[in-house]
């Protein structure tokens, strides 16, 4: 089962099955866009008014091609007798409109990309064409895996253990993906990563205070979050808060070149067409517009001086805020 030739359905092994790059796919192509074959809007903590929602749900479907659809999904509720097939196969596998949408969607295709703590692609719900879709935030080399991530910001940048137990309470299996299945010392090295770059996240955004008053030394953490989460193979969509992060910190003090190249830098994170891209988009060329802009003056440059610089010189033109 697969709409398109990019990728197919494949066995994996230890975890069921997956779907395979059957070529090479760069860096943020657009891997599938997929209309929801029904959406629902339930109360998820009550089992009768959910239950009663999805039934409905599934007796309107228009086919039997969907019918068929819905009911070759997994089931992870399969052996608990007080859930019907159809609220385990929901349960299983809805997807959110948006990050903390209360509506969800049933996505028959996408629900075939498989967990992992270091993917290669994202999903992303775009409410302009109805459909949720899957970038690649990596180049991905033919007979790899396409994976996606399932868990929340905030427990993927927890420990193995953790990770492990809240892929195993909300989605009822262990996971073994490359991060996980690393050996003892790649998983301490890996779990030390994770800590790290949660507690200087959580420096930068503890309030605002700090950005305001030591912006160096947040722009600074921004550039260490950024390197561990290249050593930690998170170097795709992962990079747009912090480059987010560092755009609005140079903003807030004045220095909009850096706020503009933080802010392109942002936008090539993200899959083409999604929410938070469309956040920063427009100060790419319009720092100046940012509701932050003006709050000082401390770092106050005009647009774009970067132009001429090769690489090398930009990265050192770039951070040369961030020393404290
Ligand atoms: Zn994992």
Not at 26 to 43: H, N, V, Y
Not at 195 to 205: C, S, T
Request: with cysteine; glycine share 8%; aromatic share 8%.
């Amino acid at each position: 089962m697969a709409s398109s030739n990019m990728y197919s359905l494949e066995p994996i092994p230890g975890a069921g099955l997956g779907m395979v790059a059957t070529v090479f796919i760069p860096r943020g192509t657009q891997i599938l866009a997929e209309p929801p074959l029904f959406t629902l809007s339930a109360d998820f903590s009550n089992p009768t008014q959910l239950t009663a929602a999805i039934e409905a749900k599934v007796r309107a479907l228009s086919s039997d091609t969907q019918r068929t659809a819905f009911f070759a999904l997994h089931n992870n509720y399969a052996t608990d007798r007080a859930i019907s097939a159809a609220a385990g196969i929901v349960k299983t596998n809805a997807h959110p409109l948006g990050v903390g949408a209360r509506e969800c969607g049933l996505f028959p295709e996408c629900s075939r990309f498989n967990h992992s703590c270091a993917s290669n692609s994202s999903y992303t719900w775009i409410a302009a064409t109805g459909k949720e879709t899957i970038f690649a935030g990596k180049d991905i080399p033919a007979g790899q895996q396409i994976t996606v991530n399932y868990l929340d910001e905030h427990s993927l940048l927890q420990k193995r253990s953790d990770r492990r137990a809240a892929i195993l309470a909300l989605f009822r299996f262990g996971c073994g993906c490359d991060v996980c299945a690393g050996t003892p010392a790649e998983v301490a090295a890996s779990d030390a990563r994770r800590v790290e770059i949660a507690r200087l996240d959580r420096l930068i955004g503890g309030g605002g205070m700090l950005v305001m008053v030591s912006p160096a030394r947040c722009l600074d953490s921004c550039k260490q979050i950024l390197q561990l989460y290249m050593d930690e193979g998170m170097n795709d969509d992962a990079l747009f808060k912090t480059y987010n992060d560092a755009f609005q910190i140079c903003v807030m003090h004045g220095d909009l070149a850096r706020a503009s190249a933080f802010a392109a830098l942002a936008v090539t994170c993200t899959g083409a067409g999604g929410p938070s891209l469309e956040s920063v988009r427009p100060y790419v060329e319009h720092p100046e517009r940012h509701a932050y802009a003006g709050m000082s003056q401390k770092w106050r440059t005009e647009r774009r001086k970067f132009r001429g610089l090769d690489q090398n010189g930009f990265e050192k033109w770039l951070w040369k805020r961030a020393d404290w």
